[in-house]
């Protein structure tokens, strides 16, 4: 149904400032063939989430565009938010949909990583399946120390960039560069402003602490002041959505707190919608099949 | 997306017999412009529900094809099964989708109706939005008797067939046609073995005896020996599917027994399922615009 389409799915270092947000991605509707799919902003965060499709080409060169714009406007040495980043774009996955291989997609970020460094002097790390070394897949462990700490980690053994020298671009940065399968950016707020619980939550249900394989979570404070616990699911058909939610709300109720409501950040699969669907009403053999739009577009 | 369509969801009463079922379901697929988009038959009730869709005339000419098979290969006078009936074809309802009118599918039963007296000598009462009186409307109202008692309620004040003579044609009785929005048909299995329960669980949550809205069930025995809640929702977008899900449960525990699980007859709107993740994962903000294949779609 969706071809040979790549999705790439920058996250910029800007989540309030909306003439800034617009014209990064304004760099993207500009290139021929990249279509935008969804942009979401968050102001705590103070991130933004942008996701485009296309022909690979296509896709990869619209990045570039968004890259250049990006560097041009968010300085990080002004920049104050909940999440994580390592540069004014903090990361940038290329995603196989439909026939495409997760190789196409590595080849693309190894292509946009050599272009960067080469146009923009931008340092890049290549991490998940476009990773060069086994330590360098997980995006927490190359975002470890941020942008305030990048100078310093830069020189350390076996993190210098795969792409420039090792010396962090004095405004924006780094930039991470992969290929991943899609993963589902998920939000859980919890009734509480207490973000030391979702922290303690986050710990029980990420897997690098003993959770749900596939999870990586961290505890946030939202923009409405609510503790948060903030999650990738990287592969939702092996742990499904309901059961990140179902396991969070277990934790927060020991400490006497409820879930408030849960957000995807972004798009999602339609499969993991289905999964959520069959977990509540135990809809064992539930069948996408049997979804009246899906029957009529076949 | 669905343009101008009718679906048209016809209930025989027949499930065990593959190739009645296949020679019923042959006559739509022989009638050009019909595409079958599901067969969903049910051994314990003894039932099959077909979907198709298509233009207007062509959904009523295949609608006819089938009612012509059915009465052909389909006995009631032999027939048992856990699902009331009154006829080889029990009931045929028109269903707009997009952009159609209700009373486009309202036309399309009255004439569906006229023609099926007047080729095959079945009587024919209309129902839902075609009915012509206010008490039968309701589709358990017209069945209540069911096959076995058709002869004496057609000679009843106000129960004289819409079209035809007020006696049942011999094997086939007698088939009930209208127009209705879409509906989903939704089986919830009991942990117990005990019909009771299910009947007494389907009264707390049917709208006729002071449950949900929109809601019509019935408590019988699954094809797996359980008990079953077998409902219909008249119109989930007011009383979704995690409710009733819910409802159930609740008054199943008073009994002292779980749900085992549920099953969708025959085919769902996208948004009932939207909506089941949304109520499980309290995701109240999330737009169906962020399933990843709809936004490709676009």
């Known amino acids: 149904m969706v071809g040979r389409l790549v ?14 947000i617009d014209a990064v991605v304004g760099a993207v509707r500009l290139t ?32 570039l565009a968004l890259v250049e714009r990006a560097v041009e406007l968010i300085d990080l040495r002004d920049h104050r938010g909940e999440h994580p ?12 949909l439909g026939e495409t291989a997760i190789e196409e997609c590595v080849g693309l970020a190894r292509r946009l990583g050599e272009q960067i ?17 086994a330590h360098r897949v997980r995006l927490p462990d190359i975002r470890k120390g941020e942008f305030e700490g990048l100078a310093e980690k830069m020189l350390q053994d076996g993190w210098a960039p795969d792409f ?15 290929a991943r399968y899609p993963l589902i950016a998920y939000n859980i707020n919890l009734q509480t402003t207490d973000v030391m619980i979702a922290r303690a939550v986050a710990r029980a249900v990420r897997e690098s602490s003993g959770g749900l394989a596939h999870v990586q979570a961290m505890g946030v404070t939202a923009a409405s002041g609510l503790a948060q616990v903030t ?15 179902d396991l969070v709300r277990v934790e927060a109720n020991r400490h006497g707190v409820e879930v408030a409501e849960s957000e995807v950040v972004g798009l999602v699969p339609l499969d993991a919608i289905v999964d959520a669907a069959r977990a509540h009403l135990r809809m064992h053999g539930f069948d996408r099949g049997q979804i009246l739009e899906f029957r009529l577009l076949e």
Chains 1, 2 share one sequence.
Not at 7 to 20: A, K, T, Y
Not at 35 to 52: A, K
Not at 117 to 133: D, H, I, K, Q
Not at 231 to 245: G, W
């Open 7 to 20: 999705e790439c799915v920058p996250n910029i270092s800007e989540g309030r400032r909306r003439d800034v």
């Open 32 to 63: 021929p063939g990249a279509r935008v799919l969804n942009v979401q902003s968050d102001e705590s965060h103070n991130r933004s989430v942008i996701t485009f499709a296309g022909e690979g080409e296509a896709v990869a060169q619209a990045a």
């Open 85 to 96: 980043r390592v540069g004014a774009v903090d990361v940038i996955p290329f995603v196989p």
């Open 117 to 133: 460094w080469a146009t923009l002097r931008l340092p890049v790390y290549l991490y998940a399946a476009a990773a060069a070394a």
């Open 164 to 178: 420039g020298d090792p010396h962090p671009h004095p405004s924006a940065g780094a930039v991470v560069v992969g």
């Open 231 to 245: 999650i990738n699911i990287l592969d939702a058909s092996k742990t499904p959505m309901a059961r990140v939610f």
